[in-house]
């Protein structure tokens, strides 16, 4: 398990007026990003065979946007490109006004793929190096309501 929880709103400060636009903006950038960065499973780079019917992209669909309280939901949906995983963390994020926001993802081997180079598509993980652009998602996004 895996948890990713930031106080935003501390950044949303360079929004002048505009925190809660800010603080979704970084939200959906950052965890977007995450999402984009969680490798799919690929046999034909496994040394062993893939469990028959097996569809990569678990680990994508796990990740689960939270306000208030961690999510700790674990689904058996696949989502290869991301893209669904991104839309559900859009609309969580979209009225958001307050409180923390979480993003979970409780697969009981993301901490291999984030901690221990499990996968070569990330082999330094998903969440660590997205975090380390945290400063570029919070420009961009008071930037963005801001020009």
């Known amino acids: 398990m895996s948890t990713f929880a930031l106080d935003l709103t501390r950044f949303a400060e360079k929004a ?3 925190a809660e636009k800010v603080v979704r903006k970084i939200g959906i950038d950052l965890f977007s990003r995450t999402v984009e960065r969680t490798p799919v499973g690929n046999p034909e780079n496994w040394a062993s065979p893939a469990p ?3 569809v990569g992209g678990r680990a994508r669909a796990n990740w689960n946007c939270s306000i208030g309280a961690a999510s700790f939901k674990v689904t058996d949906e696949t989502d290869k490109s991301g893209n669904a995983t991104q ?3 859009r609309n969580t994020l979209h009225d ?3 409180g923390d926001i979480y993003l979970m993802n409780s697969l009981p081997y993301i901490r291999r793929l984030e901690y221990d180079g499990w996968s070569g598509q990330a082999p330094q993980g998903m969440v660590r190096i997205t975090v380390t ?3 570029t998602f919070v420009d961009a996004a008071a930037r963005s309501v801001n020009p």
């Open 52 to 54: 028959a019917g097996y």
């Open 16 to 18: 002048e007026g505009n």
């Open 96 to 98: 958001w006004k307050q």
């Open 133 to 135: 652009e945290f400063q």
């Open 87 to 89: 839309a559900k963390i």
